[in-house]
Nanobody, 120 residues
């Protein structure tokens, strides 16, 4: 059973930093893409950043230059370093992965979500 386990959310002041981690557990043949989405109250879920197994990286325009995604292939883990945080970054952040499990099937997986609150 593949799962995505997140950690690292919390409360931070504007201008501060947080680092999110997401580990894919279970029997995994290949990770095609992993990354982060977020959903603020009353808004739709939006893509924050993803990284493909061939190295292509995408960022939401509003986080470019402030957020950095990285991946540790040996640990099946993706990280999101968030710097210069703004109140508008406040949201629940969800880890996302498109993985090929031990059964050979490619599926989308989601983490349980971690709250990030940017407030003074």
């Amino acid at each position: 059973q593949v799962q995505l386990v997140e950690s690292g959310g919390g409360l931070v002041q504007p201008g501060g930093s947080l680092r999110l981690s997401c580990a894919a557990t279970g029997i995994i043949n290949r990770i095609n893409r992993m990354g982060w989405y977020r959903q603020a109250p009353g808004k739709q879920r939006e893509l924050v950043s993803t990284i493909h197994n061939i190295g292509i990286i995408n960022y939401l325009d509003s986080v470019k230059g402030r957020f950095t995604i990285a991946r540790d292939n040996a640990k099946n883990t993706v990280y999101l370093q968030m710097n210069s945080l703004k109140p508008e970054d406040t949201a629940i952040y969800y880890c996302y992965g498109n993985l090929i499990s031990g059964s050979g099937r490619s599926s989308d997986y989601w983490g349980q979500g971690t709250q990030v609150t940017v407030s003074s």
